[in-house]
C-alpha cells in the first residue's frame, strides 16, 4: 500500500508563498503520475497540478504562471511551489499518486490565505 504524506500548508498573506511537499513511501518515479488537487469549503476536490513519470506537465489555468510542480530526482517527495497566492487559493490541498499498482490519496494539508 502507497502512503503519501503533505506537509508545508499554513496561513500566508495574499501576495506570498508556501512550499507543499509529498512524500511518498517509494520512489515518485516508480508511479505512473503524481498530482496535486484542491478542495475549498463547499466545492468540488480539483486538479491543480500534474506530473507524468515521462515529465509531462499540466496546470489549471487558474494557477498557470503562479504554481510550479516539481520532483526531487531520484527521491520520493514531490512538491508544489505556490507563488502570489490569492485568497481564492484556500483549501485543502492533497497529494495523488497514480499507479501502476492503483491510485492513492494523502490525508491533505490545509492552505489558507487572508490578511
Known amino acids: 500500500q502507497v502512503q503519501l504524506v503533505e506537509s508545508g500548508g499554513g496561513l500566508v498573506q495574499p501576495g506570498r508563498s508556501l512550499r507543499l511537499s509529498c512524500t511518498a513511501s517509494?520512489?515518485?518515479?516508480?508511479?505512473?503520475?503524481m498530482g496535486w488537487y484542491r478542495q475549498a469549503p463547499g466545492k468540488d476536490r480539483e486538479l491543480v497540478a500534474f506530473?507524468?513519470?515521462?515529465?509531462?506537465?499540466q496546470y489549471e489555468d487558474f494557477v498557470k504562471g503562479r504554481f510550479t510542480i516539481l520532483g526531487d530526482k531520484g527521491g520520493n517527495t514531490v512538491h508544489l511551489q505556490m507563488n502570489n497566492l490569492k485568497p481564492e487559493d484556500t483549501a485543502v490541498y492533497y497529494c495523488?499518486?497514480?499507479?501502476?499498482?492503483?491510485?492513492?490519496w494523502g490525508a491533505g494539508t490545509q492552505v489558507t490565505v487572508s490578511s
Open positions: 495523488r499518486s497514480f499507479g501502476p499498482r492503483g491510485d492513492y
Open positions: 506530473m507524468s513519470r515521462d515529465k509531462i506537465i
Open positions: 517509494e520512489n515518485i518515479f516508480d508511479f505512473n503520475a
